[in-house]
């Protein structure tokens, strides 16, 4: 169940989760592999409790513009935190990890998000949500091909049930709201790009895990929303928003988000970027991709939502595949 590359060795000693790559050991303890999980876990919290917010304020301002003011939060906030704690966000990190930590912004907000709209346009957002979502199956391959990580029995079912569970809750969620002729009429070229949104987010995961093998958390945030805000406000222009965003402030969007803002900037990029730096690809992006899974007790409390025997159905299956990737992880 365990099968490993002759290019990167895996081993657990002693307590601690040993990696060989290049002749060079990258070490981390169990606990935090454990605390990796906890943490790519609270990335979906945070990023489910932050985009019903953001989804409610793009439709008045475009999606461009939210994205944007993402990127400018994050980016100050980040630097700011750099510099404060006597260190400057950029003077110590090495051109290749970089270009990784650039690499993986391009993969989601720069190129991976926008053409997940395209797709979206074509065939939905629930249909093309649940394509897309596989990403955490590329990621996994990659980890198990490349990087000798753990993908045996156990795991590649449990990834599989998350992805089913986790599908079958965007489709009954959000079954109806789509036209069916459009549907029909741009079917191939919305699925093609659907499937092609799953492997720009799997290649954000493994750059940022590429990335991330020896920055900081600060520092690796600093240089990809930075980075992040420059992509961003080039496709600006070019971006179509609402008639009435012209009249928005950036200044009064930030009030308006200001809670998503923080519990997506601050606490879900530590979460996210701890979350894949220590733990293997398929669990650290399987657990971060369970945002639709956490947002539906939210969304059944408030209202606009109804409990279902089918997404009871999916909340299992969703969870059954979690509890088989933890318990495979821990051996």
């Known amino acids: 169940m365990r099968g490993q590359s002759p290019v990167f060795r895996a081993r657990r000693q002693g307590g601690r989760y040993t990696s060989r790559a290049g002749g060079a050991d990258l070490t981390s303890t169990s606990t935090e592999y454990v605390l990796g999980a906890v943490g790519a876990f609270m990335a979906s919290v945070t990023w489910a409790f932050a985009s019903v917010r953001y989804a409610a304020v793009a439709r008045e301002v475009g999606d461009a513009r939210v994205g944007l003011l993402r990127a400018v939060t994050a980016s100050v906030l980040w630097c700011g935190v750099a510099v404060l704690s006597g260190g400057a966000p950029f003077a110590t990190i090495d051109l290749r990890h970089a270009a990784f930590l650039v690499g993986s912004i391009v993969c989601s907000y720069a190129l991976g998000d926008r053409v997940f709209f395209a797709a979206a346009h074509r065939v939905g957002v629930s249909t093309a949500l649940a394509i897309a979502t596989i990403y955490p199956l590329w990621a996994a ?150 945002s639709p899974l956490v947002a539906l007790p939210f969304a059944v409390a408030l209202g606009t939502e109804r409990f279902s025997p089918g997404r009871a159905l999916a909340v299992c299956l969703t969870l059954a595949g979690v509890l088989s990737l933890v318990t495979a992880t821990s051996r």
Do not use: M
């Open 141 to 290: 391959l990659y980890g198990s091909l490349f990087r000798g990580e753990p993908f045996g029995l156990q795991r590649s079912l449990g990834v599989l049930a998350c992805l089913v569970g986790v599908s079958a809750l965007l489709a009954l969620s959000r079954a109806g709201n789509v036209n069916t002729s459009t549907v029909q009429a741009h079917a191939l070229g919305g699925v093609l790009l659907a499937l092609l949104t799953s492997l720009f987010w799997a290649g954000n995961a493994v750059l940022l895990k590429l990335g991330t093998e020896g920055p900081s958390i600060v520092q690796a945030n600093a240089v990809r929303f930075s980075s992040g805000v420059v992509l961003l406000a080039l496709q600006l222009p070019r971006g179509k928003s609402p008639v009435a965003a012209t009249s928005v402030r950036y200044t009064t969007l930030a009030r308006r988000l200001a809670l998503p803002l923080l519990a997506d900037t601050g606490l879900g990029s530590i979460c996210f970027v701890y979350g894949i730096a220590h733990t293997d690809l398929a669990l650290g992006a399987t657990l971060s991709s369970l």
